[in-house]
């Protein structure tokens, strides 16, 4: 199964005799799925159904489901708004009572105030409505695909990305350890010079008990277990990506002890080139993050 980003764009139209519609989707990544709908008062009726799908297709992602309609039906049906205008005509004593004798209004002025002459709406049958609604949701179908291919796309042009930076965290790991083979004599060798310094003022050390100390910065310097566990974790990370599907929450997870690790072997060194390897390490281990972060 190949990886999938968690960003993608999808967009489908259609339209009947009734109505056109347009379906526009937007994802991005989260933490979990989280689906918002903005679907007009005509299809709200669809939103359970829309989320339903959408959590079919997908584990993860901040998913924005936009529908937009346009009534295909002409209307020139027109109502009169009865209580709109008996209350301007029971108001109209008052005014008089105010303003003196009016002028009659005539029919046209009436009918020209707002809200007195209104448009009448086509309603249309259950069944034709039935029929619109599972169009409709022909087209979400078509547009989830769309997304999840895109989001596939997008996953596949990061999975090359990410091995590069595995790579790099695997020859980094390599150089930390052979600089790690030559810290004992490192230790032994700017022990010695410390005590030369400091000869005048204390004893000379045997060699037994030189190499007693030395033995002692060198358990406290120890990084092979940080190595091994880099190592591990590089090897799992591996795995995961070539499982592909839905690992981002896994694969962040392991980024997590890989910067537990590289924290250690650099508070543990005792060299300055393997805490600069250090610092590289938890750099790559960094951007490793910042990219698996829109991995679903």
Known sequence: MALSSMTGFARREGQNDICSWSWELKSVNAKGLDVRCRLGSAFDNLEPIVREYAGKSFRRGNISVNLASTTAQNTNTYQVNVQALESIIDVLPELENR????????????????????????????????????????DLEQALKALLHMRGDEGARLHPVLMEQLDTLTRLTAQAGDLAATQPDAIYNRLHEQLAEILDSVPALSEDRLAQEVAILVTKSDIREELDRLKSHEGAARDLLAAGGAVGRKLDFLCQELNREANTLCSKSSDVELTRVGLDLKAVIEQFREQIQNIE
């Open 99 to 138: 303003f003196g004798k009016l002028p009659a209004p005539n029919i046209a002025d009436l009918l020209g105030l707002r809200g007195v002459l209104e448009p009448v709406e086509d309603r249309i049958s259950d069944e034709a409505k039935k029929a619109l609604d599972e169009a409709v949701l022909e």
